[in-house]
């Protein structure tokens, strides 16, 4: 088989397995708390990684870095897993699954937003447009479609779900200008993280659940941060460029909407369609944008 057909399958099933994800969270959410959820589930990744990394023999690794890439892995396990997955969570367990997953989706807008202080990248005319426009999805779906009152349907909600993408966007930045191995940078992400996570989940909460909650978290463990991650590295390492792939990642959020709709039961709003719609059609021209 080619390579760019082993590339194609290696995506579509990362999308697939992502795509489930929102669903996963949602149901997982009626057994466990949020803290719960995310202590399981990160020590079912941390397993996926160690066994990936095991398999690649590339433990090895672990004893050439220095101090100063252990606390960079400490900080990025700070934002991701630890604080990105509390607040993603929290607006999972406030708000309908559709809604949340739509609004997490602008990390492609936050990026840009953060590359201009980080990275110091100018921004274009055609990027504020797409701002704009990803905006008014935000709109369109915080409001569910009353945009005459502009009023958010939980503001405090929206934010969460919206602020969620900032920390992904400010992970994904900081995780670039690390040049170590991927597989073995989330494995210390996420057993750093971990240490955060142990310690919230004792303070607010407890390691008891259920047994249908501790499935619903191994499966996030595996599907959300875990192989998954994997899968899609395996694809862009076989795609001849990295857009042949990439742009599968779109298909994600619309995918997550059928699984919504036939696992959790959600009625999907024509106002979470057109605002998800918006978003990516914002996150296009900003990639657009940025190809000039």
Not at 109 to 125: M, V
Not at 200 to 217: E, M, N, R, Y
Not at 256 to 275: C, N, P, R
């Amino acid at each position: 088989m080619e390579n760019q057909k082993r590339a194609y399958i290696y995506a579509l099933t990362a999308v697939l397995f992502w795509s489930t994800v929102a669903s996963a969270f949602k149901i997982t959410l009626r057994y466990l708390d949020l803290f719960q959820l995310l202590f399981y589930s990160s020590i079912i990744s941390i397993a996926v990684f160690f066994v990936v990394l095991l398999i690649q023999k590339k433990l090895f690794l672990l004893k050439t870095y220095s101090k100063t890439d252990y606390l960079h892995s400490a900080f990025l396990g700070f934002l991701n897993p630890f604080l990105y997955y509390v607040v993603l969570l929290k607006a999972y367990s406030m708000l309908p699954a559709q809604e949340a997953q739509a609004l997490n989706y602008t990390w492609g807008i936050a990026i840009a937003l953060l590359s201009i202080p980080l990275l110091k990248q100018r921004i274009k005319s055609t990027s504020i447009l797409a701002l704009i426009v990803s905006f008014i999805g935000v709109v369109v779906i915080g409001t569910r479609g009353d945009l005459t009152s502009l009023k958010f349907s939980d503001p405090l909600a929206v934010s969460l779900a919206v602020g969620s993408s900032g920390i992904w966007a400010l992970f994904w930045i900081y995780n670039t200008k690390d040049e170590r191995d991927e597989v073995t940078k989330l494995f210390l992400n996420f057993t750093f993280g971990f240490l955060f996570i142990l310690i919230t989940t004792l303070i607010f909460s407890t390691v008891i659940v259920s047994p249908i909650g501790l499935f619903g978290a191994t499966y996030v463990g595996i599907f959300e941060m875990g192989i998954t991650f994997v899968i899609w590295l395996k694809a862009l390492k076989f795609s001849e460029t990295t857009a042949r792939v990439s742009n599968l990642i779109y298909l994600s959020p619309f995918l997550s909407l059928v699984f919504i709709y036939l696992l959790v039961g959600e009625q999907i709003l024509i106002s979470t369609v057109i605002g998800l719609v918006l978003i990516v059609i914002g996150i296009f021209v900003q990639q657009y944008s940025s190809l000039e």
